[in-house]
C-alpha cells in the first residue's frame, strides 16, 4: 500500500516556537506539497518541492519555510508560530506523470498555536 | 489565486438519491481531478479527466468537463450513508502539471 505519513496528527505549540511539521513517503515519487486546510477555504497550497532541494512558492508561503534534503522527506517549518498559524496541514506527494498524475495525502496535522 | 470554487457548499440529501456537484476554475488545465476527505481526515483521489476529455465514469461517479466554461461536475448515483464526506476538486495547471490546486470544497451529507 502506498503511503505518505506525517509526523504527527495533533500537536499543540506556543507562539513564537519554531516548529517542525516532517512527511515522509515511500512511493519514491519526486513531487511533495505541504497544503494549509482552513473552513470555508478549501486547500491552499504553501509550497511544492519537485525534486530534492527544489522548491516553488504556492499561494500562501509567507511565514512558512521547507526543506528537501532527501526524496522521501518533506519538511514544513514555521519560523516563529503565531495564531493565525492555527491550522490543519496536509502533505502530499505525486509523481511527474502528465497523463494519470494523482496526489496521495498523508492524514494530516492538526497544529493549535497558543 | 488560482483556487476553483465549488458549489454547493454544502449538501444533504437521503439514501438512494443522485448528488450533483460543480467546480469552477480560473486558468488552462492539463487535468482536472475528484478528491473526497472524510471528517479530519487526509484525501483520497476518485477520478481524472483530461482537458481533452469531456466525460468519464467509475462506478457510481460521473465527471464532466466543459473546458469552454471552465467547469466540472461530479455526479454520485445512488447515493449511500458512507458516502458522506467533503468533496474537493483539483486542477493541474497545463504549464506546469506537476502542481495542483484545490477548491474550497462540497460537504455531502446523506441520510439513512
Known amino acids: 500500500d502506498v503511503k505518505v505519513t506525517q509526523s504527527s496528527r495533533y500537536l499543540v505549540k506556543r507562539t513564537g516556537e519554531k516548529v517542525f511539521l516532517e512527511c515522509v513517503q515511500d512511493?519514491?515519487?519526486?513531487?511533495m506539497f505541504w497544503y494549509r486546510q482552513d473552513p470555508g477555504l478549501g486547500l491552499r497550497l504553501i509550497y511544492f518541492s519537485y525534486d530534492v532541494k527544489m522548491k516553488e512558492k504556492g499561494d500562501i508561503p509567507e511565514g512558512y519555510s521547507v526543506s528537501r534534503e532527501k526524496k522521501e522527506r518533506f519538511s514544513l517549518i514555521l519560523e516563529s508560530a503565531s495564531t493565525n498559524q492555527t491550522s490543519m496541514y496536509l502533505c502530499?506527494?505525486?509523481?511527474?506523470?502528465?497523463?494519470?498524475?494523482?496526489?496521495?495525502f498523508g492524514q494530516g496535522t492538526r497544529l493549535t498555536v497558543v | 489565486s488560482q483556487q476553483g470554487e465549488e458549489d454547493p457548499q454544502a449538501l444533504s440529501i437521503q439514501e438512494g438519491e443522485n448528488a450533483t456537484m460543480n467546480c469552477s476554475y480560473k486558468?488552462?488545465?492539463?487535468?482536472l481531478q475528484w478528491y473526497r476527505q472524510n471528517s479530519g481526515r487526509g484525501l483520497v483521489h476518485l477520478i481524472l479527466?483530461?482537458?481533452?476529455?469531456r466525460e468519464k465514469h467509475s462506478g457510481r461517479l460521473r465527471v464532466t468537463l466543459d473546458t469552454s466554461k471552465k467547469s466540472s461536475s461530479l455526479l454520485i448515483t445512488a447515493s449511500r450513508a458512507a458516502d458522506t464526506a467533503s468533496y474537493f476538486c483539483a486542477t493541474s495547471d497545463l504549464y506546469n502539471f506537476n502542481k495542483f490546486y484545490f477548491g474550497s470544497g462540497t460537504k455531502l451529507n446523506v441520510k439513512p
Open positions: 512511493m519514491d515519487h519526486e513531487n
Open positions: 479527466i483530461r482537458s481533452n476529455e
Open positions: 486558468t488552462s488545465i492539463n487535468n
Open positions: 502530499a506527494s505525486s509523481p511527474p506523470d502528465r497523463d494519470h498524475t494523482e496526489a496521495f
